[in-house]
């Protein structure tokens, strides 16, 4: 089987040729894709806590330090002690975060625009069913146990 031919390669030629894009319009602004998708996850008024954030862009704790610490230095976040519970640490947004946060909106939604405009809904209806359903599958972590026992 040709490498063209299989599922995880057209996955993961279409996430590079995405990931790509992103951070080709993100260099216009003085970012990347991995800054503009962590402030879009990273509530415009009340803050996310630090320790949600990882899991919600599947980034391990040592990738995420560096990222925010990184954002911070270009003033896009700070940090702030959580007001209910003052051992937790939440990651607030300043006023140029939250600017560069709509820019990072605004390139997601003009993206999933033209998709949209190209792609008939049906045929992106079956697309998501088929990514969810291979998510799905890999969750299940089933893959593998027959064909190794």
Request: with cysteine; hydrophobic share 35%.
């Amino acid at each position: 089987m040709k490498p063209e031919e299989t599922i995880d390669f057209n996955i993961k030629a279409a996430w590079h040729a995405i990931a790509r894009m992103y951070n080709q319009q993100a260099l216009k602004y003085g970012g990347t894709m991995s800054v503009g998708f962590a402030l879009l996850n990273i509530h415009s008024e009340e803050g996310t806590p630090a320790t949600k954030i990882g899991p919600l862009m599947g980034l391990e704790t040592r990738s995420l330090t560096r990222l925010l610490k990184s954002m911070e230095e270009k003033g896009l976040i700070y940090r702030e002690a959580d007001k209910n519970d003052k051992r937790s640490i939440r990651i607030c947004l300043t006023k140029a975060g939250k600017k560069n946060r709509e820019k990072a909106r605004e390139t997601v939604l003009r993206f999933n625009e033209a998709v949209r405009e190209q792609i008939p809904g049906q045929k992106l209806n079956t697309f998501f069913e088929v990514v969810q359903g291979i998510n799905k599958m890999i969750e299940r972590n089933q893959i593998y146990e027959t064909v190794f026992r």
